[in-house]
Each structure stands twice: as C-alpha cells, then as structure tokens.
C-alpha cells in the first residue's frame, strides 16, 4: 500500500536517506520545514511556538520525527545542552499534539537514542532494560514523553532508539573516517567500550520497517545484531583505509578536548535489537566489516 508520509528534520543524514528510499518505493513525502513552503511536498511548521495546523497532516498516515540539534555538533556547554534538550521537547510536542487533534489514529515513529541506557559495562541491552544515568539518559527520557499527546489519542508511537549510524557522509564515522585516513584513528580511551553501530542504509529501512508495521510500539534498538569493542570497531576501520589504528586517544585529553560529552563517548552500550528481530527485520549489514565497507563507499 502506497503511504503518505511526513517527515521532520528531512535535511539531515537520516531524513534526506529516508526521504530519498520512501520516494524510490513510491510512497508520497512530506517534509516539514521551518522557512517558508517553497514546493509543494512542504509544509511550514515552528516548533519552538508549537505551531504545526494538523490540517497540513490531511491523508498523512504515518510521521517520522527526526528533528533536534546535533548531539555531537557542538561542545556540551550549559546552554547548548539546554538546546539539545529544548529543542527534541519543542519538536515532538508540536508533532505530538498535532497529531492528537488529527481525529484518527496515525502512525509515529519518533527518534530516540541508545544513550537512554547510559554507560553498562558489559550488559546486554534490549529494549526492556532500565534507563540509566547521565545527560543523555534524562534527554532521551523527557523526549519520549513528549510523545505522549500522540499515543494517548490512540496513534500507535515507536521510538527510534539509534545507535551510532555508519555514513562516511556524516554522523560519528564522518568525524572518524578522515583521521583514519591519516593513521590517527587509534582506541578511544582503553577501547574495551562496546560501541552498537547500524549502516545507514539499514537504520532507513529499519525505519521503514517501522512505518509498514505499526502493531511495533515503545522503544525499538536501532542497531545491527552485532556490536563491537571500540578498539576492535578502530581496528577494523583502519584495515578497510589501509592504515594502522594502534596509537590510542587517552582518555584525559579527550576530556580536555571535547569535555562533558566524552563521557558518552568513552562509554559502553552493547545492545540487542531484541524488537526488530521479533517482528521478523533482516539486516543488510550484520558485521561490522559489511557495515563500514558499505559506508565509506556510498
């Protein structure tokens, strides 16, 4: 069934991926957009007033929200932190209400976050694992309740939790890929720090597999079945660009050079996409070495 769907944040990786495989399969696309409407699968909303007219959501039957700041964008001072915050509340409160006053059920897919579980050592994570602590953990708590104007009107709501999204174009392994080339893309810290990954190309059909499949709702692991150790992850980005990756980041320098948010990086998340292997998914890219050879080729 061909669907009509909306998309915010449509101008980053994620969004523009998405917007280009929905269009490909034939669905209808819609982005939400905070200049003007210049074309005519533009609507204009401003989520910092809250103002989206649930009119423009007319025929909609599913929204994917994926706008907010950039979490690695800048340094984790007080006031950008209050707009990492701000700005995930603004826009899913605005789509969420929206979507209440719609007067029938639409399906959300909401973006979210690994950093909900916060650092766990060597714990496997799936979706019904408690929140832990930090920065991160509160945001992606406070973010997914915003949603709940949405999912009281009876829309059913998924949440993306994503984890480190593989695109040589942007995201985590854009800021990595150009020091690997360079034989600086040693360990983070002792490296021992489980990183969960998904290519790009499988977190937009993972979405999509969301969107076909609303009965999935609540959080969902946004990661291929398999993670890997840092240091394993730096090793084997340096074999696909022919470099050695063999002279660790101590973990006080990166304090000094990005501050507050090392934390998150130095961190280990080692999640189990326990909710898309349920519902039947399939991974392109199950190993690490498929996932960053696609990467840095596309």
């Known amino acids: 069934m061909t669907q009509r769907v909306a998309i ?78 701000q ?28 950093g909900f579980y916060g650092n766990r050592g060597e714990e496997v994570l799936d979706e019904t694992s408690s929140r832990g602590d930090g920065f991160l953990s509160d945001l992606v708590r406070d973010w997914e309740a915003a949603a709940a104007p949405a999912a009281d009107a009876g829309c059913p709501t998924a949440f993306t939790r994503s984890s480190l ?68 992850f730096a090793a084997q980005l340096g074999r696909l660009v022919h470099r050695p990756a063999i002279v660790p980041a101590p973990s006080p320098a990166l304090r000094v050079v990005i501050g507050e948010m090392v934390q998150d990086i130095l961190g280990s998340q080692r999640l189990e996409p326990a909710a898309l292997s349920a519902s039947g998914f399939t991974w392109n890219h199950e190993s690490l070495e498929d996932g960053l050879a696609w990467a840095i080729t596309h």
């Open 8 to 85: 915010t944040g449509s101008s980053g990786l994620i969004g523009g991926a998405l917007s280009s495989y929905l269009r490909d399969r034939g669905d209808e696309v819609v982005h939400l957009v905070r200049r003007s409407a210049e074309a005519a699968h533009e609507v204009t909303w401003d989520p910092a007033r809250q103002q989206l007219d649930p009119a423009a959501l007319d025929g909609v039957t599913a929204v994917v929200n994926l706008a907010g700041a950039g979490v690695g964008d800048h340094r984790w001072t007080t006031s950008y932190k209050r707009t990492l915050v």
């Open 87 to 114: 700005s995930r509340i603004d826009c899913t409160t605005t789509v969420a209400r929206a979507l209440a006053e719609v007067g029938r059920p639409v399906r959300l897919v909401s973006g979210s976050a690994m």
């Open 165 to 232: 999204v593989l695109s040589a174009r942007g995201g985590a392994l854009g800021r990595m890929l150009p020091l690997a080339r360079f034989a600086l893309g040693g360990p983070l810290g002792n490296g021992r720090q489980w990183w969960s990954w998904i290519s790009l190309e499988d977190e937009v059909r993972a979405i999509t597999h969301l969107i076909d499949h609303p009965d999935i709702v609540g959080p969902v692991n946004m990661a291929a079945p398999q993670p890997e150790r840092q240091k394993d």
